[in-house]
């Protein structure tokens, strides 16, 4: 895990504390050969909601934008070479003022590689769009995959 300056807890007026003190922010990196798939992650055991399947990502630093930190944490929790992912949008998951969580969509080119395995993450594994709903995600990104899957199929089917 990284020592910045976004590490540590909001505690945040909708009266829950959440990771990030200037906000996280998740990676959807997709790609589309041999089909469209998107990379999850099971979340290591001692994570929040460990044993879930969820995006990589994590707290963004001051000095990052959101689409940064999520490209830094795909280095960190699947080794993602972030030379290797073009950013085409992105969506608020959600938004409480004190707190935000945003979805940064990538397009991984071809030969980019993920790790099997990292001290975050418990698996790495591209999922067809459409098997992602079958898994047990974690409950923010389960809540927020509709709209996410969506902004998805939009940027795909404007490539
Ligand atoms: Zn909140």
Redesign the pocket.
């Known amino acids: 895990m990284a020592g910045g300056d976004g590490n540590g807890w909001?505690q945040?007026?909708?009266?829950?504390k959440?990771w990030g003190r200037y906000g996280a922010a998740g990676l959807a990196l997709v790609r589309t050969a041999p089909r469209p798939q998107i990379l999850l992650q099971l979340r290591a055991e001692w994570t929040h909601e460990g044993g879930t399947w969820g995006l990589v990502g994590g707290a963004r630093d001051s000095h990052e934008t959101v689409a940064e930190a999520a490209l830094r944490e795909a280095g960190e929790e699947a080794e993602v070479d972030p030379d290797l992912v073009t950013v085409v949008a992105e969506l608020v998951g959600?938004d409480?003022?004190?707190?935000s969580y945003t979805y940064v969509i990538g397009l991984a080119a071809d030969g980019l590689t993920v790790a099997d395995v990292t001290p975050e993450s418990d698996a790495l594994e591209w999922v067809d769009l459409d098997a992602v709903a079958e898994r047990t995600l974690h409950s923010a990104f389960a809540t927020s995959w509709p709209r996410l899957l969506e902004a998805v199929r939009e940027v795909l089917k404007n490539l």
Request: hydrophobic share 35%; net charge neutral; charged share 15%.
């Open positions: 909001v945040c007026r909708c009266g829950h959440h959600a409480h003022v004190d707190w």
